[in-house]
């Protein structure tokens, strides 16, 4: 691609270094800025820069917060013995969402996955461990996607925390609520009769 | 969506503004930032911010340059009594990128759409109208989109340069290269009947 201006090819270059955006959405992307108000470009990038120089990560639970300790962990009416060990933020603002949980939450920060060089060392386990040591903890319940890493990335904290003696719980594997069971898969299936619930449990919900 | 922190809700809304990313988007891209180095959103906001700031439209053309006039428009090889008409710079650097047009642009800024609210003063008509009517101008060259709002702009165009006596021309509406017969629309193969050329022009390209 041949660019008029250097100014442009700079901005567009820059902008396709973003995950799933190539040169093409990237020129797409400038020119609609280049239609709208100065102030609009000024904004965004201001936005950016300020939240990349200036966004914390809570010191308990290293979720994205502008203070040192985010307002969950912050919260005095949550259960701080409660731990819910999820992936990534995005994880965290689900599961808000459902206000199903009142307990606390650990980011790990992404799942352990040596196809993509992602080691436990890159991950906050050592914090996640030290914590069940130190700290009064009664449960973990692992949240993370039922995936191979994510299944890798429990069984290694598993097995570095099951000598403390504390209850540890993965979230429900099952059928979607709305799927059809023609639909769903064999390991899926499985799952969901094995771990069946008493009816009276499911009806409360 | 609820955010932990008011500076990511911030970058998330100012990043969603764009066309064609929604607020998922926007996150996703904005947690890629967090984990990549702090100096690459600085280099993208940065560049974001100088292009919308100093990037120049050429005085004659309209194309995006860095100078008063563009590199084609100051080429001295370049025919300027040649223009090409088209919609924005996207269609000039994919006419030049095909190395077969040796004249200048003329860049309109868009197409008239009234269903978009977009009228012929908001786009560069104008000035195209005044230099063909002061300079020597032999052919315009419509290449817009064909498609409804395209061809409208072309006739409004036309009807404004008609007594000039200028040569216009449109580019070849036909088959595709490499396109199967059996799946090209009706009217496409019907205009490429209409308008076949002498076999022996088409295998000197």
Redesign the interface.
């Known amino acids: 691609?041949?660019?008029?201006?250097?100014?442009?090819e700079?901005?567009v270059?820059?902008?396709s270094?973003?995950?799933?955006?190539g040169k093409r959405?990237a020129?797409?992307?400038?020119?609609?800025?280049?239609r709208q108000p100065?102030e609009?470009?000024?904004?965004?990038?201001?936005?950016?820069?300020?939240?990349?120089?200036?966004?914390?990560f809570c010191k308990c639970c290293h979720?994205?917060?502008?203070v040192e300790l985010?307002?969950?962990c912050a919260n005095p009416k949550r259960n701080k013995d409660v731990i819910c060990v999820v992936e990534?933020?995005?994880d965290?603002?689900a599961i808000?969402?459902t206000s199903s949980f009142r307990g606390v939450y650990h980011v790990l920060g992404g799942k352990i996955s040596p196809m993509d060089g992602i080691g436990p060392h890159q991950l906050n386990i050592a914090s996640l461990v030290k914590k069940v040591k130190e700290e009064e903890i009664s449960e973990l319940i692992f949240a993370l996607s039922s995936t191979m890493e994510g299944d890798t990335t429990n069984f290694y904290i598993f097995k570095q925390i099951k000598d403390f003696g504390i209850t540890t719980s993965t979230i429900a594997r099952g059928i979607s609520v709305g799927d059809e069971l023609e639909y769903a898969d064999e390991i899926t299936l499985g799952r969901s009769i094995v771990n069946r619930i008493p009816f009276e449990s499911s009806i409360k919900l």
Chains 1, 2 share one sequence.
């Open positions: 691609m041949e660019f008029s201006s250097k100014l442009l700079r901005a270059n820059e902008m270094q973003l995950p799933g955006i959405t020129l797409r992307l400038v020119l609609h800025m280049l100065k609009q470009t000024l904004a965004l990038s201001e936005a950016l820069q300020t939240m990349r120089s200036d966004v914390k979720n994205i917060s502008d985010c307002e969950i990534d933020i995005r965290v603002m808000e969402n």
